[in-house]
């Protein structure tokens, strides 16, 4: 798509009509356009392709602390010192418990999300067998979230009833190691890669307010484009104390707000999901619901305070949205997980 000369709606329609902004094309509208007019835009391609339907997922930190990677922004690093709480996987009525309340509360997701590398040997035996023991008494959609795993694991959590994989990019290939250099982001591509040939559903996206450019968060954008990434997690740092990010500032509403404006033109078929961060928008995301946000994550975080699930769907219903399937087109319905 050309975009030199074209006005914002112009663009956004022309992404409605099937076209889609790509890696040559020249994507400052993206950062010069008026926020409201870049909103509207959003606005007009979320509804096209997603409806009013917004997608909640919740989490549960399945075992916590004693990372031995390097990631800046991290509370559970090892190299850390964040006074988080260490616990080993957890047990399996435990885990279930929680994914029974969310199913109750309306949830549409509910993931498992372990510290480390990779989860392995007998921790991985035993969240395939937490999985099985969900899946076989209850009816939301099951995620992992358990690092880079091969191609075997993988396997197994598709057996057990897992059917997306989370696991983010953060940031673009440049900004990369300034975060993290105990592996790399090609480790995270091969990953992703490795999860969509075993017929996962990927959720990636990352992290932004680490120190990064906006050319870094287009650059984001456009590489879970092309990767075809299918929900797209928007975490604003919330710095925590006695990590190496721990005095980097909060960012703004409005550049909490622009950066999904642009993930939506970039990626418009994607749930764009609020994740850490929330809270520093104004009504807790409403706008950004209704302007390039199709999903969220909600109740608690792993470490940074979330937001209710009841609060949630007080907050879909004053904005005229509903969790309950999907209106929106086929393209849509087929496409987001």
């Not at 990677?69 to 010192?81: L, P, S």
């Not at 929900?231 to 909060?250: C, D, F, H, W, Y």
């Not at 949630?312 to 005229?320: F, N, P, R």
């Amino acid at each position: 798509m050309i975009t030199k000369g074209i006005d914002v709606q112009t663009i956004a329609q022309r992404i409605i009509d099937g076209e889609r902004l790509q890696r040559s094309d020249d994507l400052t509208f993206l950062l010069n356009t008026p926020l409201e007019e870049l909103q509207a835009g959003a606005h007009e391609i979320q509804t096209h392709f997603c409806g009013n339907h917004i997608d909640f997922c919740t989490i549960i930190n399945g075992k916590s602390g004693r990372c031995g990677e390097n990631c800046k922004y991290c509370a559970q690093a090892a190299c850390h010192k964040t006074g988080i709480e260490e616990y080993d996987f957890l047990p399996k009525e435990e885990i279930y418990r929680h994914a029974l309340l969310n199913q109750n509360a309306g949830v549409n997701r509910f993931s498992i999300v372990t510290s480390g590398r990779a989860l392995s040997g007998k921790d991985f035996d035993k969240a395939i067998e937490a999985y099985n023991f969900m899946r076989e008494r209850l009816t939301i959609d099951l995620c992992a979230s358990h690092g880079i795993l091969n191609r075997e694991q993988f396997k197994r959590l598709r057996e057990a009833g897992v059917s997306s994989y989370h696991h983010n990019i953060e940031t673009s290939r440049r900004f990369f190691p300034y975060i993290c250099t105990s592996h790399s982001y090609d480790d995270r591509i091969n990953t992703i890669q490795l999860a969509q040939s075993e017929g996962f559903c990927v959720c990636s996206g990352g992290i932004i307010g680490m120190g990064e450019t906006w050319e870094d968060r287009l650059d984001m954008a456009v590489s879970l484009s092309e990767l075809g990434i299918e929900s797209i997690p928007i975490n604003a740092l919330m710095p925590v104390k006695g990590t190496a990010l721990e005095n980097r500032e909060q960012l703004g509403a409005d550049e909490i707000l622009r950066t999904v404006a642009l993930f939506r033109y970039i990626n418009p078929t994607a749930n764009i999901r609020l994740a850490a961060g929330r809270k520093l928008l104004p009504q807790n995301g409403a706008t950004a619901f209704i302007n390039g946000a199709s999903a969220s994550i909600t109740g608690d975080m792993l470490t940074t305070s979330g937001t209710t699930i009841v609060e949630d769907m007080k907050l879909l219903e004053s904005l005229g949205l509903t969790n309950k399937g999907s209106s929106g087109s086929a393209a849509a319905s087929s496409k987001i997980n």
